[in-house]
């Protein structure tokens, strides 16, 4: 059930979604395939006064060669992407995160949008309204401290987007539109790295797009989680290559991918880049696997991943 | 808030209801229409108990508000055979004993039929795939997937 009363919009495009966004004065949330979004209202941690559904507007869920790019609509369904032959020809990255996000029935409801904007996850902050009064509110909620890492006035909360590491190992760019216009932007700037408000989002804005360079790649993801199916991930580590050049991200341990080039030949430098990222990532006990054992698993994933892709490389 | 008009049609009976913006699907189907065929699990949109066919695919009926749905055709698991003639799935899980508790079955049958209606002959290891979008606790899959796979080897491909 969901507790909070709200208005509910379904504009016709684009515009409309933003004035009726201003309309509300902002007390408002855009909704896409609602699997992140209306979990986070059941559990009061959104009490927006208005949602509005974006489903409506049919050109955000378009894929399109655009020669130079490949334009991802903000609202394409994850399972709709993952059997795209552009992306399985040229970002095979992307095609296997696709693939590991959740499971095949929230991967027809999700969209990649949805998937990138996806708010950060703690053990002790996704949980019912009546759980985190009992136990006191953590910063993420306004309060005053953490509550996986007593004490602490940082937010751990992890960023759990299986796609975003792969996205930013092919050096997409986003599309936001809002209020004042278009806004484009690498979606590695997209970061605070404030895992209680993970995003630079403008009052207002919608995802409308994902732009990857349209260049031949080679790569993988790999995913850490306890079962093979609907889960988060515990870790989720994503390699590109192309041109003699490699990029590693890896996502799961901190409030955004961390992002490092990988030099060649990619499997003699894995070690060193794996280290760069080791200095960033914090995993606390905010999950329902160890943190150093997470942390452990960041190079033996890397490791494997790098062997595996470029044993297919020419 | 005011109530919205809808139209939807479930389980091919078309109707006009006026819902509440946060009224679940789920909620509708089983407060309002008395279907109670799909059962809320998690509530979270985890564990696929409460999976209906919205407009042919597979959904969490518990994180989709009524509201979106304008025109939608739903179908649940009192609309997939009739009291005379049953699902060849819902046969199946019979026959298999693919059936414990019984509380994911109707997530699961619904889960297979979208499988079997756009793949009319999937291999072992796409019905597995399928299937592990539903949770469940007690038959530990073994008997679910081969009643799937039971239908799939007597169900011809479409053209």
Not at chain 1, 291 to 302: H, L, N, Q, T
Not at chain 2, 39 to 58: F, I, Q, R, W, Y
Request: hydrophobic fraction near 35%; aromatic fraction near 6%.
């Amino acid at each position: 059930m969901i507790a909070s009363r709200f208005e509910y919009r379904n504009p016709q495009d684009i515009d409309e979604a933003v004035r009726l966004y201003l309309e509300f004065q902002g007390d408002a949330v855009y909704l896409s395939g609602g699997t992140d979004l209306v979990p986070r209202m059941k559990l009061g941690l959104e009490k927006p006064g208005a949602v509005i559904d974006l489903k409506r507007i049919l050109p955000l869920t378009t894929i399109e060669d655009q020669g130079d790019w490949v334009r991802i609509g903000g609202l394409a369904r994850i399972f709709d992407l993952k059997q795209n032959e552009l992306i399985k020809n040229f970002f095979p990255a992307l095609e296997a995160s696709l693939e590991a996000t959740s499971c095949e029935s929230l991967q027809m409801r999700g969209t990649i949008g949805g998937n990138l904007l996806q708010n950060s996850r703690c053990l002790f902050y996704n949980q019912s309204e009546f759980w985190r009064r009992s136990k006191g509110f953590c910063l993420k909620m306004g309060g005053e401290s953490c509550n996986a890492v007593p004490g602490a006035k940082t937010c751990f909360a992890n960023y759990c987007s299986d796609n975003a590491p792969a996205l930013c190992t092919l050096s997409a760019e986003i599309e936001f539109t809002g209020p004042d216009g278009l806004r484009r932007l690498n979606l590695e700037a997209l970061y605070t790295n404030k895992a209680d408000k993970p995003f630079d989002l403008r009052p207002g804005e919608i995802l409308t797009a994902i732009l990857l360079p349209k260049k031949k790649t080679i790569g993988g993801y790999k995913k850490l989680r306890v079962r093979g199916a609907i889960d988060y991930p515990l870790l989720g580590v994503a390699f590109s290559f192309a041109n003699g050049s490699g990029k590693l991200a890896v996502g799961a341990v901190g409030p955004k991918p961390y992002v490092v080039e990988v030099k060649q030949p990619a499997r003699d430098n894995i070690g060193e880049a794996v280290k760069t990222v080791l200095k960033q990532a914090r995993p606390v006990g905010n999950t329902v696997l160890d943190p150093d054992y997470r942390k452990r698993m960041i190079s033996v994933f890397a490791a494997r991943l790098v062997n595996k892709v470029m044993k297919g490389a020419k | 808030m005011g109530q919205l008009e809808i139209t939807l049609q479930v389980n091919g009976e078309s109707m006009k209801l006026d819902v509440k913006p946060a009224e679940t699907l789920l909620e509708t189907l089983r407060d309002r229409l008395d279907l109670t065929g799909a059962k809320e699990g998690c509530g979270l949109g985890a564990c696929g108990s409460c999976t209906v066919l919205l407009n042919g695919v597979p959904t969490r009926s518990c994180i989709v508000l009524t509201a979106e749905l304008d025109g939608a055709e739903v179908t649940t698991i009192e609309g997939l055979g009739d009291e005379t003639r049953l699902d060849p799935l819902q046969e199946s899980f019979m026959e298999k004993g693919a059936v414990q508790c019984g509380f994911c079955t109707p997530g699961m049958i619904l889960t297979a039929r979208s499988l079997l209606n756009r793949n009319a002959q999937p291999t072992r290891q796409e019905i597995i795939r399928t299937m592990s979008s539903n949770l469940c606790r007690c038959t530990g899959y073994k008997k679910i997937v081969e009643a799937v796979e039971a239908v799939s080897s007597r169900e011809t491909p479409k053209p």
